[in-house]
């Protein structure tokens, strides 16, 4: 599975997460820890860019599966750097 990426939306409300191929199942953390089938949250559509306390996530960690392929490597994102980068 090709290393997934993170960008936030054009408001800068959410995160988008994808990953090659498209089908393949994605894992997230915005804790520090390593994401895996076991830990973590699986994607299923675009992400809140703040948490449960309204804190902008600072760091989110992804891994794409997909069965009978490699898993990706993990991509590390800050998302908020990411979006300064385009203005």
Do not use: F, H
Request: hydrophobic letters at 25%; a negative charge.
């Amino acid at each position: 599975v090709g290393k997934p990426s993170v960008k936030a939306s054009d408001d800068g409300t959410s995160l988008i997460i994808t990953a090659d191929p498209k089908d393949a199942d994605i894992y997230y953390t915005t804790d520090g820890s390593t994401p895996s089938k076991k830990n973590g949250t699986k994607y299923t559509g675009s992400i809140p860019a703040t948490d449960k306390n309204g804190k902008t996530i600072d760091t989110i960690k992804v891994i794409g599966v997909k069965d009978n392929m490699k898993d990706s490597d993990i991509a590390t994102e800050d998302p908020e750097a990411n979006d300064r980068s385009k203005q």
